[in-house]
C-alpha cells in the first residue's frame, strides 16, 4: 500500500488524496465520516458566504483526506494489520524531517500542524526529543509556522469579505435566527480554522505588538483573547494596549458586525480593563466607577392617556433636580469589586429592618416562592396560558414542563416543593453568579431590591459620590427626554435596538452593544437586555393596582427607603420580553423587593432627589 509516499510529501495535497482515495477503497470503518463532514461544512460556508473560495475548500479537503490516512494507519497499527512496508519510527523520523527542512511553504506547515501538534498528547518536550533540536529553537520553529498558517488562513477570511462593506457580517444574523424556533437559542458563529494555531502561537512570537496588530485588522475579539494571555498582555506597551482597547470598544458597538461578533469583542475586552470605567481605591476597597450622563433639572413629561399601557394616565409633568443616571447598567465587573470587599457581610450598607433581616438570611425566599404561587394560580386558571408563552419565545420547552408540574400539585404539594426548592439562607453573591466570568460586562442581574441599594451605599461610600438608585420618574424622563419620546432611541424601534427575545440570545449581552437604540444623549440599552430597579414603591401586590398612582408625587410616601416588604417598581424591558415592553412609559412591571429573578438589575443615579 502505497502510505510511503504521504509521509514523504506531508505538504502534498495531491498525494494526499490520491491515497486516501487508495484508503477508501480498502473500506476501512468510518472512512467517510470525514467526507460526510466536509460536505456539510461545505454547504454551510457556501451558505453564509465566508471563506467560501474553491482554495479553502480544497485545502480543507487535503486536511481532512489526510487525517483519513492518518487514522487507517493508526487503526492498521493498532489491530496489528499490514500498514505496507512502513518502518515502526517513521512518524517520528517524517516529523523530524517535516520540522527541520526550512521549507517555508504555508500549506506544508499546516498540514504538519494538523497531522502532529494538533494530535495529544504530542507536546514541545516531545518535538525536542524527536527532533534533537534545543526547546528554544523548537517555539521559535513552531512560533512561525503557526504564525504562517494563522496568516494565510486569515487572509482568506479577509479576501472572502473583502469589497462587501459589512454586508456578509448582516446577512448571517438573519439567516440564522429564520431558522430557531421561537425557544431557540442563537447559535454561536462557526469557530475560525485557524483559531487553534494562532493560539499556540501566541506565547511565542518575537515581536507581539506587531502580532496583535496584524491580527486585529482581521478579528479583533481573537486579537483581545490573545492579548489577554499573561506571557503576552506583559510584553505590550500601554500605547498599543490602550489602541486595542479602543478598538474592541469600537467593535463591540460597530451595527455592521455581526451581534456574536460584538459579543466576542466585549467579553475580550472584559479581562483587559475596559476604559470606560474609571477605578477609585476607597476606605473599604476598589470600586469601579461607571461613566455617568448628566441631566438637567427641569420639567419633564412622564405617563401616557393613550390607554396602550396600565397605570400610566395620566400624561403630565413632573419637575426633577439636576441628576446623573449610569450610561449602562450596573455590569457583573463592577459588582464583583463590592463582593471582593465584603459587600455582602458589612451590615453598614443594609439600611433598614428589612434590608438588615434579608442581609442575615431572614426571608430571602419570601419573593421567590410567592412569585411561583402566583404564577402557578394563573395557569391553573388557564392552562393555554403556558403554551402562548412557549410559543412566544417566552418560555423554553423546560420551563414549560415545569410549571405543567407544578400546575398538577396540590396545594400542600407546591408549598413542599418550594421549602426545599428555596429555603431560607443567607447570600453572599446575585442569583446564577457562578455561571458566567465574574469579570465580564454583562450586566448583574438576579439581585433583590435590598442588594441593589446596598450596593449603591457602598460605592457612595468608596468614591465620596451621591450614588443611588433612580426614581421612577428619572428614569422615565432618561429614557424619554423632554420630549417624550416613545421609545429611548425615537418614534420607532426595531431589533437592532436592544437585547430583547426576538434575538433569541436569552441572556444578558455585554454593555453598550446596541447604539441604535442609544438615547439623542447617549444612554445605552434602555431597550431589552435587563430591566432594572428604581427607588420607587409600588404597593403591596405585584399584580394588584399601585398603592401610588400617577400623577407621580416624590413626596407622598411613595420615595420611602423603608417600606418593608411593598413592592418596588422596576423599569425597561429585558431579553425575556418583546420589543412592544420597551415603551418609555411601561411601568406594569413590580416586584417585591427580596426576589430574585433573572433580568433584573440595577442602574445608578447620582445627585439629590431634592
Known sequence: ???????????????????????????????????????????????????????????AVGVILADVVADGLRAARASGGDAGP?????????????????????EAWSALHHRYFARPPLGIGDLVRITGTPRRTVGRRLALGYGLVADRLLEREALARAGTDGAVARLALPQALADLAPSEALPPLRPAQWAQATTLATWMVEQPEAFVAQLGTLDIAFAGRCAADPALRMRLTPGVRDALLAALVGASRDPNRDLRERIAAA??????????FATHRGPDGDALVAPMVARSGGS???GSDDGAEPNTAPRHRVRLAPYGIGRFPVTRREWAAFIAAGGYDDSRWWDGPSASAWQRGVGT???LRAFVDEWTAKFRSDPAAIDAHLAAGGLTPEQAARWRGRVAMSPDELAGYLAELYPDERHVAPRDWRDEPADGLRPVDGITWFEARAYCRWLAAQTGRPFRLPTEAEWEAAAAGRAGRTYPPGEVVGSECGNTVELHVRSATPIGLFPAGDTPDGIAD?????????????GPSPTGPPAYAYPYRATDGREADEAGQACRVARGSSYLEPLTTARCVLRAVAERPSIRLNAIGLRLAEGSTG
Open 267 to 276: 467579553e475580550a475586552l472584559a479581562p483587559l480593563g475596559d476604559p470606560r
Open 300 to 302: 419633564y413629561p412622564v
Open 526 to 538: 434602555l431597550v431589552g437586555n435587563v430591566r432594572t430597579w428604581t427607588s420607587t414603591v409600588w
Open 1 to 59: 500500500m502505497p502510505f510511503r509516499e504521504t509521509a514523504r510529501a506531508p505538504g502534498d495535497r495531491r498525494t494526499a488524496v490520491r491515497l486516501a482515495l487508495a484508503a477508501l477503497q480498502t473500506g476501512r470503518p468510518g472512512a467517510l465520516a470525514p467526507l460526510r463532514e466536509l460536505h456539510i461544512v461545505s454547504r454551510r460556508v457556501r451558505a453564509t458566504g465566508l471563506a467560501a473560495t474553491d482554495e479553502s475548500l480544497a485545502w
Open 365 to 367: 425566599s419570601h419573593g
Open 86 to 106: 512502513l518502518p515502526t519510527d517513521t512518524s517520528d523520523r517524517l516529523l523530524s524531517e517535516d520540522f527541520t527542512s526550512n521549507a517555508p511553504e504555508r
